[in-house]
């Protein structure tokens, strides 16, 4: 075990989040040098940190497992192969101790050799003569209390650091190191997810892959020598250090024309349709959490729409479709669309996206189907372990609060997770005269009953009319046009 540890590593060796650590490095608790937390800093805040048990670990497990079901248990063990490889990693962790101890033995015998062969020596000499000694045989390989929880965990998973963005997330399981980077939130390059295309093609500076599967793309044999491999074809053997580009605005995301099938249909109430897209394998939809694309049905009828998942799941697409009498697009998702049935995708659009940086806590407010942009907004934070959060649903009726049980499952499960639901009692669609007063009530009352709210990062996303007013409430405030952002839904 090194003498410094990433936050991500400390925080899963504690069983605390990266979020923690980062408010104690912030306040001053906790010192770090270049990202890195000494472990003598660890072990000071976190004395008893080799007595507890995973609780912690296993309660954000248990939280992922419910945001992205089944596929943790699938996830659970990597390859056997993988597993081997890690264990011969840490073998050699193993040989560096044996090693020390050998050290420690030698010390011993030179110390007979001087207590036999020093007549005289004082106490104090003996005491300074083993200080100088006892230093070197410990420098470097510190055994510490964490050493053998943190050799469990690199049995089961490896850490990632990529480079320049010092982004950092851990592969576990079964998992690519493209899969795993997503599962974490990083958005790295990537095209096909399947070996073709090359988009994901990255340079591994230190650390060792396995390729998981062949790929057709060809890797020239001097960027192969230099370390290039793909990402969504390999996995970590040991913990890695990358170089690869991260995106981090919307112009790094390529513009998209995919066909997808409808992979299920939902009726939740006569308003509001859940439409599920699945892309091909080979084709997958790279984005943003937060943005939308057109969708385009049965050749005629289209709309945009925003996408209500994460992109952590790029094959699997989520839309709540909101019915609009009159309107050609949502008459015909409503009454004419079947499962199995083509759907054009083009995009991604839209500027609707996190503010991975802030450090400031994270408002939500989504009127009516505005719970669309925002569910994937959230489902991203969550994927960053960001803490903080406040979502505030405003229902045109109580039947637009139309999927209550997903922020309810958030708020039960995550402790710094707050979520509360307001029913309007009138269409938030149509905001004419005293409707609009009413809102503003509404708001005011919100606000009022959480003042800290003005100190965080406010979105806000549902039909125009209700963004307009909302918007013009918080800017109103003197917040910067940075803290508000926007997403008008059809
Ligand atoms: S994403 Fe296409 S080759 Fe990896």
């Given amino acids: 075990m090194t003498g410094s540890l990433s936050l991500t590593r400390a925080a899963r060796l504690i069983g605390v989040t990266r979020a923690e650590l980062q408010r104690r490095i912030k306040h001053g608790e906790m010192v770090s040098h270049d990202g890195m937390i000494p472990v003598s800093e660890l072990l000071a805040c976190y004395p008893d940190a080799q007595l507890e048990d995973d609780a912690e670990t296993r309660r954000i497990a248990q939280i992922k497992e419910r945001a992205f079901g089944k596929r943790v248990f699938e996830r659970a063990l990597p390859e056997p192969e993988v597993l081997a490889a890690r264990i011969t990693e840490l073998g050699k962790t193993l040989a560096t101790s044996q090693a020390q101890v050998e050290r420690f033995k030698e010390l011993l015998g030179r110390l007979w050799d001087k207590l036999d062969g ?10 300074e003569w083993l200080e ?92 192969k020598a230099a370390g290039y491999v793909l990402l969504c074809s390999n996995t970590a053997v040991s913990d890695l250090v990358i170089e690869a580009p991260v995106a981090d605005s ?62 952590c799941d790029d094959r699997n697409l989520l839309f709540h479709i909101h019915r609009q009498p009159g309107n050609l697009f949502s008459d015909y998702a409503f009454d004419k669309l079947r499962t199995h049935d083509a759907v054009e995708i083009e995009g991604p659009q839209g500027e609707f996206i996190l503010h991975e940086r802030s450090p400031r806590p994270l408002f939500f407010f ?20 960001v803490e903080d959060i406040y979502l505030h649903w ?74 307009t007013v909302a918007e013009r409430f918080f800017l109103e405030f003197g917040l910067p046009k940075t803290r508000v952002s926007v997403s008008r839904v059809k």
Avoid at 369 to 385: R, T, V
Avoid at 405 to 430: C, K, M, P, T
């Fill in 132 to 223: 100088q000694e006892v230093d070197l045989a410990t420098e470097p390989g510190f055994i510490n209390p964490l050493a053998v929880k943190d050799n469990v965990l690199r049995v089961m998973t490896a850490q990632v650091t990529i480079l320049p963005s010092r982004h950092d997330f851990m592969v576990e399981g079964h998992d690519s190191l493209l899969e795993a980077a997503m599962r974490a939130g990083i958005p790295l390059s990537y095209g096909c997810s399947g070996g073709n295309c090359g988009l994901c093609k990255a340079k591994v500076v230190s650390g060792e892959v396995r390729k998981t599967r062949n790929h057709d793309f060809i890797i020239p044999e001097a960027e």
């Fill in 366 to 385: 989504a009127f009516d189907c505005g719970f669309a942009p925002i569910k994937s907004l959230i489902e991203h934070a969550l994927s960053l372990e």
């Fill in 394 to 467: 405003i229902g045109s009726s109580r039947q637009h609060i139309y999927l209550p049980n997903i922020a309810h499952a958030w708020d039960d499960a995550l402790d710094d997770f707050h979520y509360q639901e307001h029913v309007a009692g009138f269409d938030l669609r149509n905001l004419g005269g005293k409707r609009e007063e009413a809102l503003i009530k509404l708001l005011q009352d919100i606000q009022i009953a959480d003042a800290a709210m003005l100190q965080g990062d406010i979105y806000i996303a549902g039909p125009d009319e209700a963004v």
């Fill in 118 to 127: 020093t007549p005289g020596l004082s106490a104090a000499e003996l005491k």
């Fill in 250 to 311: 919307v112009q790094d995301i390529p513009f998209q024309q995919i066909e997808a099938h409808v992979k299920a249909i939902g009726h939740i109430n006569d308003d509001i349709l859940l439409l599920h897209l699945q892309t091909p394998r080979t084709k997958r939809l790279r984005f943003l959490a937060g943005q939308g694309v057109t969708l385009k049905l049965g050749q005629t009828f289209s709309a945009l729409q925003a996408i209500a998942s994460c992109p």
